[in-house]
């Protein structure tokens, strides 16, 4: 399915977007899931935290994915040399934090995965933004749990289009309604509210009191 909005939070026709949904726990595991199986060989994934960035650069690396994580902590040169890793194929998959991602300009990226849905809807239009460029197709991925069903409303309201929905056999979600996501702490930073940050640490808030329920037909 293609996507197409107005101007000003447009999203480019070239681009084919999907959402799997998960558990928030089994994000990390998806995502290698589908590199390995799709054999993606350039992946730009986005972490809502710093530390989530690490942990998963971290674990692909230690599954024998190449990948490298940038950030506000790490240096210049370190994202300097990450980002030419990732440009010359070295790194096959980047780890950013919004911020941090302002600077990369990559002619023909073929996948942006969208580990943690971004904070600010608007920020969804700017990651998928950086696929599907001067005419080439790309492919636009949204890993998104429970947790972050008012977050994926925003960005469909924004972008005038729902997501189309895809389960991942063996992936399919346990946790169907959960409270939001604690996001107090703003951009960038740990805590609770980083999706990012818990991503990979093995347990999920979603199996808290407080539900609210999520569509299941999407």
Not at 67 to 88: C, D, E, P, V, W
Not at 126 to 144: D, N
Not at 159 to 166: D, E, F, S, T
Request: aromatic letters at 2%; charged letters at 25%.
């Amino acid at each position: 399915m293609k996507l197409q909005a107005t101007p000003e939070n447009r999203t480019a026709a070239t681009v084919e977007h999907v959402l799997h949904p998960c558990d928030m726990d089994r994000k990390p595991e998806l995502l290698g899931h589908l590199i390995r199986s799709n054999d993606w060989q350039q992946v730009l994934v986005f972490s809502r935290t710093k530390h989530g960035a690490n942990r998963i650069a971290d674990r692909l690396s230690s599954e024998g994915i190449a990948a490298a994580a940038i950030h506000g902590n790490k240096s210049q040169g370190a994202r300097t040399r990450a980002l030419a890793g990732f440009k010359s194929g070295e790194v096959r998959v980047l780890v950013a934090t919004d911020i941090a991602a302002r600077g990369i300009d990559i002619h023909q990226l073929p996948h942006v995965v969208n580990l943690d849905l971004p904070n600010q809807a608007e920020d969804y239009v700017h990651r998928i933004g950086r696929t599907g460029r001067a005419g080439h197709s790309g492919h636009a991925v949204s890993l998104v749990a429970a947790e972050e069903h008012e977050l994926l409303r925003a960005i469909e309201r924004l972008i005038g289009n729902a997501l189309p929905r895809q389960e991942v056999p063996g992936f399919e979600p346990t946790v169907l309604t959960a409270p939001p996501l604690d996001l107090s702490g703003g951009r960038g930073r740990g805590g609770r509210g980083g999706g990012g940050g818990r991503s990979g640490a093995g347990r999920s808030p979603g199996r808290a009191a407080g539900p609210r329920p999520v569509a299941r037909g999407r």
